[in-house]
């Protein structure tokens, strides 16, 4: 997920801020060209993980590395064309307290009739990029599943951090935000995708 705002890693590290995870090690990881709306690996349910091994622990080093250099908050293991149920994340909430993981084959919890408050703010992409519209989601959102050591996981947020939650799952089941605006509102961020330019390496389509 795009953040409207330029991430600041240098305001994240400072002693006043919580963090909620563990930061990951960078020089482990290689950063990939991101897959933009179009791209066939976008639009289909990815396959579960089955392997938690060195190959999946790469992944995620990579999907780390990758999403920092987009400047991203989230990022979905397709998003660098990656078949796999895979996402990380690096994202505030609305109470200035940093997420950041790794989540594999996230499941999104139903929520109970009492907490489906919805907030309606501008969502972004790193698969659509430069553009932003307004999308309504829950604000409070949780996934289960697992780790890449296979270990299982339960990731709860609120706010933006929830939006990101149910953003990057959207992802690996073949959605994208856009899918979920109007006709209107998705002919315009398309609009803008193509008047903008990225700052980040991405995957020309075919």
Not at 42 to 62: G, I, M, Q, S, Y
Not at 90 to 101: E, I
Not at 163 to 178: A, F, K, P, S
């Amino acid at each position: 997920m795009a953040d409207e705002h330029a991430h600041d890693h240098e305001q994240d590290e400072t002693p006043e801020l919580k963090v909620v995870g563990e930061e990951p090690d960078l020089s482990k990881g290689t950063a990939r060209p991101i897959t933009v709306v179009g791209n066939p690996v976008l639009h289909h349910e990815c396959r579960d993980v089955t392997a938690f091994d060195a190959e999946l622990a790469a992944l995620v080093d990579d999907m780390f590395v990758s999403m920092y250099a987009a400047e991203g908050v989230g990022l979905a293991a397709n998003q660098i064309g990656v078949d796999l149920k895979v996402f990380v994340y690096d994202c505030p909430d609305d109470d200035g307290v940093r997420h950041v993981g790794h989540i594999v084959n996230p499941v999104l919890e139903e929520l109970p009739a009492g907490r489906r408050t919805l907030d309606d703010s501008p969502e972004g992409c790193l698969s659509v990029p430069t553009a932003y519209q307004d999308l309504a989601r829950p604000d409070y959102a949780a996934v289960t599943g697992l780790d890449k050591d296979g270990n299982p996981v339960r990731i709860e947020g609120t706010g933006f951090f929830a939006r990101c939650l149910q953003h990057e799952t959207d992802h690996l089941y073949g959605y994208l935000y856009i899918d979920r605006l109007s006709k209107r509102d998705r002919k315009d961020a398309l609009k803008q995708m193509a008047e903008g330019t990225p700052k980040y390496a991405t995957v020309p389509n075919a």
